[in-house]
């Protein structure tokens, strides 16, 4: 597996820290949030399903325990979304260890449903516990502008934020890809048996994978709470968050360090034209369009766009010994 | 190969898209609307834009407004909470509107006036009825129709009045049951019947919340049969409300009445789905055609050519949702806006404070006045109140508060299922 | 007398889960294929069943006759151009390309026929039996029978015929069974059929009962996973064994826990069976945790 040049990586890093200066036109910043939202996100996603070959499709239960996490701490106890993000990172770390020790070594489909279950008995819990969660009016977060609670008036200011989480996302996995722990997780991804057999700490590999993924998860989802103030259980743990993390990874690129912010840079930007578009007129299309893309990429084109962008400028541009 | 069309494609789609449309005349009056047209909520959706539509039609008919401006609606699909933010960021920041009308949903109307509020323009809200929307001190929120505590605790008003009287149990005697969808809708107007339902003293033997999403209610069925009520309090927002009284029928749950309080229980669509089941379910419901008597002469013709108009495009009467898009929509589009003189929101406030409308003046038979921003349920229309309403025949007919009633209620006790065909 | 009823409707919802699931533990048990689009075909049947009774008049138990050359045309090309591929191909493509599948289907049906909830309206689907003084409905009933038929006749066939037995040879160890000559092509794409034909009959006979719109496919092709665990990959027996407890599970501890938390207590049945036995009631030990595409 090569590892991403350094080179294109300043580049991609100083691309994005430039990107929120471009405009002032709200409705662009509030895409390019989204974006490194989003793309903090699946980048998370992918130490679990790209390093480590676990699919999970309950992403959105880390994502909901960071937001809820940090939003009841914020309206009942007047923590710093700050400090409350550490505390859902946290719990939602412990979630990931125990949940995983119990279920990892569950494979393929079988790990994917019981995330799946498990998200939704997450939900469930969050709108029965109303006296803790406010049920399913959710939590309203106080709207004053102030950095101790991470509440911006500008965008361009929660977009700064937002890299800053993405960076932070992007650093976790290119220390993991560069690592020896690298080299294990994609053992265990390409041959499990194989690594065991070599003495590849399978297990506490994968439980370490996991609880990066979580963590980094639930930041987001703080970070997300902190930017539409107000959460609720069917939107935060729902299946149709932990569906698009896993699309944007795959058609970006699987395993790969920047495919998931391809992936995010894509998916957001579209969904939104496509619902100006079509949104008024037919629903649903572009949930079609993206279920036919997932289909056909994963079929046809499963590396994704950064391997289809490899190849093409390996074929392009002249040789170089492989990194 | 493949795997080039898609991206081809897919960058095509967006380049067209990023190209952008639309043709607006200088004169227009552009005013965004955001109603989940598409997803779970959009036959109540529609509905609201529909009623909020013709508003706009009839207004632009007679002339439009400062001096032959014609309205112009520029529209947001919101199908989730997601959706209405960045739909609210897009018409916010993109297509530069100043005043935004919503939005049949009662999560739709926290978050997208959650995004106006930070930008300080205009949300009008028509419907959405959770006690909470305007309880977050917002000062450029208005809504003009009831909380839950006014279609929630009308419902337990009226069991404990009317139902208790026609049916000869005295309201501390009356067994009740209480029923809610456990979403931002049902929880609060579930709460509130059940608060209102033990404050006027009734026997309450349930108090019990399900998923609107569930596929089979049988067991909360079962366990309200188990519990024998008179009177059963239901709040369902969707699907949930043909499903619930649809099982109610196929194990034999017997009550003698039912209150309903709008929302899946309210819509055509529940009429048309149950038959004659559903009739005799009452609703506490919003305003809906009500006794031409109690309205002015200028709200009787509104309503008159509402209906109308409604008919002709949607093929049924209107229910209380539309009733509440046009009636509210009218008092913007002939109150407000003519003497704000134009969309500057500190004009569009102080206009709407000042108004001052007898009960009867809306097309619905509400009155206009709201509540100072700095009082609880500030941007509150206080003048506004729930009727209570019924199906007869399969159409939601106004059978209280008396003045109001265009109907009398029938079918008290509720016949049993073995005895209805 | 309440408890009476309480289990009637715990059998007569099994039924309709086991029904649900007899096709998905078949596609399992044979081609090792995890169909996360299971709840969307589910749901399609119960469209064509609406459609045929809303424009045609047809009843269901005509329609579930005159509709299957359709579902088994349907699921023909589900095979050919998707599931075909993901056969020996790893774990994110088997997985996602029927996510895929199944996010078109719903959207696709949300696209054609709104969200708007549709029942079925005919003497049929309220037509109710009085036993005591308890009531059943006919639907369910139906589909309760047809449920324990079908998993009769598939048994019957897997085991006593010479094709049954040719499925379980490739289901069991493809490599030998195709150096037995048997076009395990063949078996795969007729396993995949039949899997989607019951799963569409099963949306057929459930259409009376329940509202039908596009998201419906969600709520139960989530508890056909529970249930399909729960009974065992590869089992009819198990599947049908495990939608009556489920159903029952469902119903009594909505009755007791109350309705919110029903669905808690059965996913978290879900995850107890995965972590304590794997295998289900009936299964093959070590079927879950066998890695996809490596031949064991």
New interface residues.
Partial sequence: MTSTRPAVLLVVVLGLIVLPLTTS??????IIVQIFLWGAAATAWNLLGGYA?Q?S?GHAAFFGIGAYTSSLLLTGARVSPWLGMLAGAGLAALFALVIGY??I??????F???T???T??LQ??A??W?GLTG????V?LP?AASVWTMTF?GRRTYAFVGLGFLLLALLVSWLIERSRWGYYLVAIREE??AARSIGVPVLGMKLVAAAASACLTAVVGTFYAQY???I?P??TFSIDIS?QL?LMV?IGG?GTLLGPLIGAA?IV?????????L??A????Y??I?????????????AG?VA?LGRWTRRRLPRESAA | M??RV??GL?VG??VV??AGVGVVVAEDVRIGTIFP???NM?FGGNEGFMGTEIAREIVNERGGIWGGKKIVFV???A?????A???M??L???ENVKLVIGSFSS?IA??AS?VA???KIIFWENHGV?D?IAR?GFRYLFKTNVNATGTGGGSAVFAAGYLAKALTIAPKDLKVAVAWE???Y???VGKAAFEKAKELGLNVVANE?Y?AKSADLSPLILKLKGLGPDVLLVAGIGQDAVLFWSQARKLDFNVKAVVATSGGWGVPDFAKNLGDGANGVFSSDFPTEVNPEALTPHARELAREFVKRFQAKKGTRPTGNAWLAFAGTMVLFEEVLPKAGSLDPDKVRDAAFSLDLPNGSMANGCGVKFIPHDQLDGGKNERAFAIVGQWQDGVMKVVGPDQLAAAKPILVPLPKWSDRK | MIFVELVLAGLMLGGVYALISIGLTLIFGVLRV?N?AHGEMLMLGMFAAYWASALGGLPPYVTAVVALPLFAVFGWLVYRL?VR??LGMG???????T??????????A??LW??DFRTIRSGYADAVLRVGGVQVSVPLLVAFAVAIGVSGLLFLFLNRTLEGRAVRAVAQDPISALALAIDTDRVYMRTFVLGVCCVGLAGVLLAPSYPIF?AIGLSFG?VS??VV?LGGLGSMAGALLGGFIIGLIEVLSGYFLGS??K??IY??I??LV??VR?QGLFGQRGA?????GKIA
């Fill in positions: 036109n709200d409705y662009y910043l509030d070959g699919f499709l119990l279920s070594r569950l494979r393929g489909p079988f994917t449903l019981s799946i279950a498990l939704e008995v469930i819990l709108i029965h109303r049920g399913s009016e959710g309203s709207n008036d499990e048996d539409v103030l107000w609720e069917a939107h569906i896993a795959i699987l894509l930007p579209l969904n939104m034209f496509l619902r100006a578009w949104g008024a037919v629903s649903g299309l949930l079609v993206y279920g036919l893309v997932l289909v056909l990429v994963v079929l046809y084109a499963r766009i289809e | 493949v795997k898609v991206v897919v789609v967006a898209l990023a047209v598409t997803g959009a529209q947001a699909d199908p989730d909470q997601t959706a933010t960045n739909e960021n897009r916010i920041s993109r999560a926290f978050t959650q509020e930070r930008s959770a909470t977050r456990d979403g931002t049902g929880a609060s919340g998923s | 995890v996360f998707v591929r993901t774990d994110v493509v088997q997985i996602f390309a996510v895929g599948v199944g996010v078109v289907l719903q959207n696709l949300l696209v709104t969200g596009p989530l996973y529970v665990v919110a938390l669905q808690a996913f978290l879900f995850v995965l972590l794997p879950e945790t066998m890695g996809f």
